[in-house]
């Protein structure tokens, strides 16, 4: 089984502050993805990873920055947090050569 | 925009009862997966279909691809307690997965 890990499970932060989440793999998987979770929008990409240092845009990046310095680390940054960005957050690798995700047990952020 | 639009979004049904959850979209996909995903979990892939018209079987759960593969559907027959959950269904586009909004489903015994 690929083996995924988010930290932190929980996070509560203030609105402005710098947060970062991060997710771990034990596979040697190419592909990296973070995904929002939200009542009504079901998952919404923020930003992937093809490969270290290859990164590109989801459909909600604004506010979003993520590096990729080695292949089994893929961290989530949000620069300065506001309340819009509570959510739960949820890294997921590709399984194979398609694109069948097998994802993390998520982050649940509160920003206050 | 939501490209994968599912309905319902919640359904209560008894045990014993059959239901039907439909994921539609103005776009075609290269392939359409299912996902559930329990309280406090990640979603956990069920099923893909690639082929317009494909059809497969999960033991109790159908999903079948719309034959212009641009819609999905997944039927689940004398649901049960443990279908309890929220079903995501998912399009394939050029390397990412869009994600549906969602249904949830309540069985009660």
């Known amino acids: 089984d690929a083996g995924i890990t988010q930290s932190p499970r929980h996070k509560v932060t203030e609105t402005g502050t710098p947060v970062t989440l991060r997710c771990h793999q034990t596979e040697n998987h190419r592909y990296m993805y973070w995904y929002r979770q939200d009542p009504g929008h079901g998952l919404r990409l923020i930003h992937y990873s093809y490969g270290v240092k290859d990164t590109d845009k989801g459909e909600v990046s604004d506010g979003y920055s993520v590096s990729r310095s080695k292949t089994e680390d893929f961290l989530l940054t949000l620069e300065s947090a506001t309340s819009s960005q509570t959510s739960v957050y949820f890294c997921a690798i590709n399984l194979g050569g398609n694109t069948e995700a097998f994802f993390g047990q998520g982050t649940r952020l509160t920003v206050v | 925009t939501q490209l994968l639009e599912q309905s319902p979004q919640f359904l209560s049904i008894q045990e014993g009862e059959n239901l039907t959850v439909y994921c539609n979209s103005s776009s075609v996909f290269s392939s359409l997966q299912w996902y559930r995903q329990e309280p406090g979990e990640g979603p956990v892939l069920l099923v893909t279909?690639?082929?317009?018209?494909e059809v497969k079987k999960l033991k109790r759960l159908t999903f079948q691809f719309g034959d212009a593969r641009k819609d999905s559907s997944l039927h689940i027959t004398a649901a049960q307690p443990g279908d309890t959950g929220l079903y995501l269904c998912?399009?394939?586009?050029?390397?990412?997965?869009?994600f549906g909004t969602g249904t949830r489903l309540q069985v009660f015994p």
């Open positions: 998912a399009g394939e586009k050029t390397d990412k997965l869009i």
């Open positions: 279909v690639v082929t317009g018209g």
